[in-house]
């Protein structure tokens, strides 16, 4: 008995046609009913009445039918499984990671994956988190670290990582300096420096600009979040960061919460819902490492 007798069995069964049966299968009818009259001889039973326009079960067709599902069934787990550690063994996995973030959790993720599963080749790659977004639902990026305005991207699966306000990052003596909030009209005033379009932080920015109908000056852009603290420190501009991006500037520019800014800026983990096993384990990796010391971020 072969697995192809019971495919085939399994889809006359289902057909109740011959002529159709082999068209789902693939091979010609006369190899259809050949093999079949072969599981017929080995099993010493008829499995269809063909007297009829229709094959139709006979009584013992019927009491085969649910054990041929389930073997063909065990099989295709079979194969799966083996797939899976094969897929654990050799292969390859694709990171992206939004440009400027630096992120000791990932990092550890990624090392503790590639400790466990050695035969896969890590990619790391970085780009803006828009084109990191599209990359992942094209499924050229397996994972990706992201900087977001939603918390799940559509079409894909999430898991977020840090969600903070935005603020204003401006040096001693700067005139918002000694305010402990401001408002984005307060900032029309002053030149910005920030993230570029594509970013998720930007994203944030533009769209709560956009809702009030204010139109900054972004005098300069930069991937970054030392290239921006470095400008704004010297008097360039107004820095827009993150609360965590800021804390590390703190020597040189004072932070200031935007207080009209109600979307907060996410760092999240994005993959497909239909992923490999490899992005599964990675994804273990992941959360034990986002849940321990360390693991705010910087959205990007």
Known sequence: MELRQLEYFVAVAEERNFTRAAERVHISQSGVSAQIRRLERELGAELFDRSARAATLTVAGKAALEHARDALAAAKAVGQAVG???????????????????????????????????????????????????????????LALIGTASATPEGLEALTITSERLVAAVPAGHPLAGRGHVALRDLAGHPIVCMPPGTGLRTVFDRACA????????????????AIADLAARGL??????????????????????????T?????????????????????????????????????
Request: net charge negative; glycine share 10%.
């Open 84 to 142: 899976e550690v094969t897929g654990l063994i050799r292969g390859g996995l694709t990171v992206g990671m939004v440009m400027g973030c630096t992120l000791t959790p990932l990092f550890d993720a990624l090392a503790a994956f590639h400790r466990a599963h050695p035969g896969v080749e890590i990619s790391l790659l970085e780009d803006r988190s828009d084109r990191l977004v599209e990359e992942v639902r094209a499924g050229t990026v397996d």
């Open 211 to 226: 809702a009030q109908d204010l139109h900054p000056a972004i005098a300069l852009q930069a991937s970054a979040p030392d």
């Open 237 to 262: 501009a107004v820095a827009v960061l993150s609360d965590s991006m800021a804390v590390h500037y703190r020597d040189r520019l004072t932070a200031v919460t935007i207080d009209d800014v109600g």
């Open 264 to 300: 907060p800026a996410l760092l999240a983990l994005v993959w497909r819902s239909a992923h490999g096993p490899a992005v599964r384990e990675l994804l273990v990796h992941g959360r034990r490492a986002f849940a321990g010391p360390g693991r705010t971020g910087a959205p990007g």
